[in-house]
């Protein structure tokens, strides 16, 4: 075939990941042609995640079929999953003409396109300029969604509708979620019924409407378009995930548990038994815990898609089973570079203390309890904290743990997971009788303070107000209820009196902290919103 | 799969084989860039043969599924042709984008195999020309139609075809399913002369 010369391909940046040297090759020749020269390889899921996270691709191809242990869908399942993957690179899954459906039919995670092999040149170039006007097309959305401007980015949604008619299925879709996410399911329901009166068996626009019915508290509702989409698509894994969210807020944990259980069945990867082994342990059923949580840590076994906290999980498991003993041995094969996070070394050295005092070996208990205490970050709401006080009290520090306890609620009190987490800790330790004491009691605590703040704000005695946040966040910086709070009265503040240069800096210093500890959250896209807004008031007064 | 069908088309692929075997073997002597073009395209045909071969074995014995996206049929069809290597240069292929919607709902991979079937059949009878379009059906589906000015059909050919083709197509219309319908092809005498090759898509 003809080189065929194209400015847009001439600066892309590519990775081919396949097993087989002679395919990689041939792709690669294949890209030359079509004028790529900037072509890596790699052999392996793991050196291809070594690549992206050091490099910025614009295309992967990918091949389906990379090893035993990890296929091109539990790569690019990882790559999503663990935010690695920009939004801007196309992600292409080569797979076999045999297998392309079934692959691609169960795909949680869906790259840009599929393609299926031989790979010609002129298919790919076809394939990948398509892409690229895709790309071009959504880009004013993308943009404005990378800045957090949610408002914006629906916006611009409206705008690519009129311009651009053939993205406008891709464009429903995008605007239908940033409208859940600045929470107006009303708004985000017309966006899908636009979506379906084109095309009437849209599976993503029926969950879109769904999560619209969760979102406005009808769960009856969002159960029952849940269901129906299920009845016609059983392997739609996403409507099982959403299912199992409505099932756990009507306080239904066992329907939780069987709709995450079912969508295993369908996707049997590490994530998914990770999040049915989280929601077994939650509900007490220990037996299906261990089997979700080995399993995830046989699949990612010596790769990088390993996650060291399927092996704490599982040990954690183990002791609460009353199998110290394997507890032990299974955080004996710790992976050595596991120890260079404190948080992992932390939560480890908790766990083990539990085991040896139940194995009667309380001089390792102690040496191992003490270890995990000066590695635990107490004002951080994790799995490391909860694992001491449950270590403390196991050991009979019931002081030590409760204090532990009521700090990691305070630090964190709308985490409504870490709240039901803590007060686990306490009824496997028997000292149900403490929660009222110690978590309420916190619980109480933070709302006091952020009600106070509030209650200043409003008697216009607004700097009591700010200095009573920040006083509060010195001894929970990472608590994302008092953070949206802090964030809200600075803006608040400012909207009152006008801008003040180090408010906005501390707001952004919010934000930021906000954006790790609940990556996509609503409130904060709405905060986000309501920063600009001040701003750009501020600006024109 | 139909026994009889699979032997008359691996038959047809092992006389194809051999036919480049020939020319392979004429090039070891002096080898032209010709040969070389026409021993890729003899390849890449084959390939095609054996891909849709494989397609229709795969869904007499699982099923196929199509997997339907939204895309824009003008794009779709004239990536399709630009990417395609023709046989028979002298035959010029042209998309007629009259009434063509904006945008339809179709597996982009399995119909692109259905139709470069279809074309390779409608380039074995076409005299100069072949059209392709794509519209919308009166149910709200999408139809693919491709033309050619040959002599339609019942005409007689040196080599009768194996009718992988067709139960190729056929195959993959069937993969496309939306409530209780599910797709369909025909081929047809057209009014005005020549054949023409319908897939309608619910």
């Given at each position: 075939m003809a080189t065929i010369t194209n400015q847009r391909l001439a600066n892309l940046r590519s990775l081919v990941v396949d097993d087989m040297a002679s395919m990689r090759q041939n792709i690669r020749t294949q890209l030359g042609q079509l004028g790529i020269p900037h072509v890596d390889q790699a052999s392996t899921p793991d050196e291809a995640i070594r690549f992206i996270r050091n490099n910025s691709y614009d295309i992967i191809l990918c091949d389906y079929n990379l090893n035993r242990e990890t296929n091109g869908q539990q790569m690019l399942e990882f790559l999503r999953s663990q935010n690695i993957?920009?939004?801007?690179t196309m992600f292409i899954m080569v797979t076999a003409e045999t297998s392309y459906d079934l692959v691609a039919s169960a795909a949680e995670f869906q790259p840009d396109a599929y393609m299926v092999k031989p790979l010609t040149g002129g298919k790919l170039l076809e394939r990948i300029e398509r892409l690229l006007d895709k790309q071009n097309a959504l880009r004013p959305i993308m943009g404005r969604l990378n800045l957090k401007d949610v408002a914006g980015a629906v916006a611009e949604c409206d705008r690519v509708l009129q311009t651009q008619p053939k993205w406008a299925i891709d464009v429903l879709k995008l605007k239908g979620s940033a409208l859940l996410d600045l929470g107006k399911p009303e708004d985000a329901r017309k966006a899908y019924d636009m979506a379906l009166g084109v095309r009437d068996d849209l599976v993503w626009a029926k969950i879109g409407i769904a999560k619209c019915h969760q979102i406005a508290g009808e769960l009856d509702k969002a159960k029952e378009v849940v269901q129906e989409v299920l009845e016609v698509n059983?392997?739609?894994v996403v409507a099982y995930d959403l299912l199992a969210k409505v099932a756990e807020a009507q306080g239904n944990e066992q329907e939780a548990l069987d709709a995450l259980n079912r969508s295993y069945e369908v996707v049997p990867s590490a994530r998914r038994s990770r999040m049915v082994g989280d929601v077994a342990y939650r509900t007490g059923d220990l037996e299906q815990a261990r089997t979700a949580f080995d399993r995830a840590l046989t699949h990612t076994?010596?790769?990088?898609?390993?996650?060291p906290s399927d092996m704490l999980s599982l040990a954690q498991v183990h002791v609460d089973a009353g199998d110290a003993q394997s507890a032990l041995q299974l955080l004996s094969t710790?992976?050595?570079?596991?120890?260079?996070s404190d948080a992992f070394v932390a939560t480890q050295a908790a766990v083990q203390a539990q085991a040896h005092f139940k194995l009667g070996d309380f001089e390792a208990a102690e040496h191992a309890y003490n270890r995990a205490k000066t590695l635990t970050d107490t004002t951080r709401a994790d799995a490391s904290a909860l694992a001491l006080a449950k270590a403390a009290f196991t050991t009979g520090r019931d002081a030590e743990g409760a204090d532990i306890l009521a700090k990691a609620v305070r630090a964190d009190h709308e985490n409504s997971r870490l709240v039901s987490l803590a007060r686990k800790v306490l009824k496997d330790s028997g000292k149900e009788d403490m929660a009222a004491d110690i978590v309420d009691q916190a619980l109480n605590q933070v709302h006091a303070i952020v009600a106070d703040a509030n209650a200043l704000m409003r008697k216009a005695q607004f700097d009591e107000s700010l200095a009573k946040l920040e006083e509060a966040l010195q001894s929970m910086p990472e608590n994302t209820g008092v953070l949206l709070a802090a964030a809200q009265l600075h803006l608040l503040w400012m909207s009152q009196k006008g801008l003040n240069l180090d408010y906005v800096a501390r707001v952004n210093n919010y934000l930021a902290k906000l954006d790790v500890l609940m990556p996509g959250n609503e409130r904060v896209s709405k905060m986000y919103r309501f920063m600009r807004e001040t701003l750009s008031r501020a600006k024109k007064d | 799969m139909d026994i009889k069908l699979a032997a008359v088309i691996v038959h047809d692929i092992k006389n194809a084989l051999g036919a480049l075997e020939g020319a392979l073997e004429e090039m070891t002597v002096q080898p032209t860039r010709e040969q070389a073009v026409a021993a890729h395209e003899t390849c890449s045909s084959l390939r095609e043969k054996l891909i849709g071969f494989l397609t229709l074995y795969k869904s007499s014995e699982q099923g196929l599924n199509a997997q339907v996206e939204a895309l824009n049929p003008e794009d779709f069809l004239s990536g399709l042709l630009r990417g395609r290597i023709s046989q028979r240069k002298d035959v010029r292929i042209s998309l007629n984008t009259t009434d063509m919607p904006v945008l339809g709902f179709f597996d982009e991979n399995l119909v692109g195999l259905a139709l470069e079937a279809a074309l390779q059949n409608a380039s074995r009878f076409a005299n100069t020309h072949i059209e392709v379009a794509c519209t919308k059906a009166e149910n709200g589906g999408l139809e693919f139609s491709i033309r050619d000015d040959g002599p339609g059909l019942g005409a007689k050919e040196e080599k009768p075809s194996t009718g992988l083709g067709m139960a190729l197509c056929s195959a993959i219309a069937q993969a496309h399913r939306k409530g209780e319908r599910r797709g369909s092809v025909s081929l047809q005498d057209h009014p005005a002369g020549g054949a023409v090759f319908t897939m309608r898509l619910p």
């Open positions: 993957l920009p939004v801007s059983a392997k739609y076994k010596g790769s990088l898609t390993a996650q710790a992976p050595k570079h596991y120890a260079e | -």
